[in-house]
């Protein structure tokens, strides 16, 4: 976007005032859409040109909070990639939510050196407990709200994963498990559900997390993929009495660690034809093949291969265009790394608070730019996923 742009939208902005004004920010941010639209597909709207990298694909609403009130915008997608409107600046909340955990670790006397500089690198070495107060409580209400939202439709697909992030709690430094929930909607559409922190990854911990999901309305979950924790197995059981896919990425990390280091590559090759099988009936027997043969100099893997099968191969009985994401718990993957990658600039954190702060705000934005995506999954693939639910009517009163 160029200075001249975007000062003619920070002018009109500025000045808000009524209805008119409105509209002229309205039709401003639909021109620069269009600019940024057109210079990302290489073409204007609707010309042919050996020079367009992309087409376009409709529209996708989004609420815009300004000064001179909420304006509705249509936001134009691509078939291939994404666009976000670059005034909307979608890492905002997120820098913000960085820099007040950074100041409120420096205030409370519990950072390391490495905060400390970066606190006066940005200006902070005179801020006060009551600005930082300020500016936690404004972002933690906007990240409270997305984390409490209502959950409307059927979420067929559930993904779950925890890190672990440092803490300061009673004078210790303590390690919080911090847990992530990703979802997919009856529109193929991906959205973070939910982040919870706790001490370990009990069973009541996660009953308590995904009784709150449900609270929330999250509704006809057909599979819960995650890695294998039983209090998880066994709180996702009470909760939505749901399929279980165990990661199959973990499993096998977890089963060629009972494989001597030179024999690892063979192994793994024969394990991956397990997963090349083009039916689940297929994949059944290539396992109890595979494991047969194994078994006898590898007894801890014919074992552990005996007890995870059905585990492992849940995500077979699903279409087969989704196999690919609900193996495993890599759609998850990125969303950690973010995490990590943020959590190393702070340390230790001063409190679970400013786990949820950082962490909800990372995934606020996350949430936003998914909006703006394609879909995760098509909408001609779950037609025949949800098609295949048995619907019981109440039995009619006599």
């Known amino acids: 976007m160029t200075d001249e742009r975007m000062a003619l939208l920070e002018l009109i902005e500025k000045d808000a005032g009524g209805d008119l004004v409105r509209e002229l920010l309205a039709f401003a941010a639909e021109q620069l859409m269009e600019w940024e639209v057109e210079a990302a597909t290489g073409a204007p709207k609707g010309v042919r040109s050996p ?102 439709g059927h979420w067929p697909y559930l993904w779950l994963d925890a890190t672990y992030l440092k803490t300061r709690e009673g004078g210790r430094i303590v390690s919080q498990a911090v847990i992530v929930a990703v979802g997919v909607n009856g529109d193929g559409r991906r959205e973070v559900l939910g982040v919870a922190t706790g001490p370990s990854e009990a069973e009541t911990f996660w009953t308590d997390f995904l ?28 909760v939505f009495g749901a399929a279980q896919q165990r990661c199959r990425v973990h499993w096998m990390r977890n089963a060629l660690a009972h ?28 396992w109890e093949t595979v ?25 077979m009985t699903f279409p087969k265009e989704h196999w690919k994401q609900v193996a495993s718990t890599n759609p998850l993957e990125r969303l950690n790394k973010e995490i990590k990658r943020r959590a190393d600039v702070v340390g230790i954190f001063p409190n679970e608070t400013a786990v949820v702060r950082l962490v909800g705000a990372l995934m606020l934005e996350t949430n936003d730019e998914w909006a703006v995506a394609r879909r995760y999954m098509s909408l001609e693939t779950l037609a025949r996923l949800l098609d295949t639910e048995n619907v019981r009517l109440p039995p009619m009163a006599v």
């Not at 940005?122 to 409490?148: H, P, T, W, Y």
């Not at 690892?264 to 009936?281: N, P």
């Not at 194994?294 to 585990?311: C, V, Y």
Request: glycine residues 6%.
């Open 211 to 238: 009784r709150s999901l449900a609270d929330r309305g999250l509704r006809g979950v057909k599979l819960i993929v995650a890695d294998d924790h039983k209090g998880l197995r066994a709180a996702a059981r009470r």
């Open 259 to 286: 494989v001597p280091a030179k024999s690892r590559a063979a192994v793994a090759a024969m394990l991956r034809t397990i997963f090349a099988q083009d039916s689940k009936a297929d994949a059944e027997v290539q």
């Open 291 to 315: 494991a047969d043969a194994l078994r006898e100099k590898q007894p801890k893997l014919g074992a552990m291969m005996d007890a995870s099968r059905d585990d492992v191969l849940a995500y």
């Open 51 to 152: 020079l367009r990298s992309a087409q376009r694909n409709g529209y996708r609403d989004r609420p815009w909070e300004t000064r001179a009130g909420r304006i509705e915008l249509a936001i134009p997608k691509l078939r291939k990639g994404s666009y976000f409107p670059s005034f909307l600046e979608p890492r905002r909340t997120a820098e913000k939510a960085l820099a007040a955990v950074i100041q409120e670790a420096y205030v409370h006397g519990v950072s390391t050196r490495a905060v400390d500089d970066l606190v006066r690198a940005m200006g902070g070495s005179g801020v006060s407990k009551s600005q930082v107060s300020r500016l936690c409580s404004e972002i933690d209400e906007r990240v409270g709200a997305f984390l409490n939202r209502p959950l409307e």
